[in-house]
């Protein structure tokens, strides 16, 4: 993606730590949800008696996770937006648009 857009070698850092800190915070976001959410379902499955408010409390934690991954996500284009040159914009712009090529954006 980087050198479809011909960045820098200083905008290719910045980028760079905006995904690193994106990445970051995902995994913190979500800390080990996803264990913890498919215990919790089993356990579900495993009692005499379906229990749907834990499921249900299950679903608010994922959109709480939810809801920050967005926030950290439109963080993530805005610190990649205030990096590029109008022209990189529009060559990443057309390359988010048309998607991935053969499993890798090309």
Excluded: C, Y
């Excluded at 995994?27 to 089993?42: D, F, P, V």
């Excluded at 495993?46 to 809801?67: C, K, M, N, S, Y």
């Amino acid at each position: 993606m980087l050198s479809h857009v011909r960045a820098t070698p200083a905008q290719e850092r910045r980028i760079s730590e905006a995904f690193d800190e994106f990445r970051a915070d995902v995994k913190n976001l979500g800390g080990g949800e996803a264990r913890r959410s498919r215990k919790e379902i089993a356990d579900a499955l495993r009692g005499p008696t379906f229990d749907g408010v834990t499921l249900g409390e299950q679903f608010a934690r994922h959109d709480t996770v939810i809801e920050g991954t967005r926030k950290a996500f439109v963080g993530l284009v805005a610190r990649v937006h205030d990096t590029l040159e109008p022209e990189q914009r529009t060559r990443l712009a057309s390359l988010v648009e048309r998607g991935p090529r053969f499993g890798w954006w090309q």
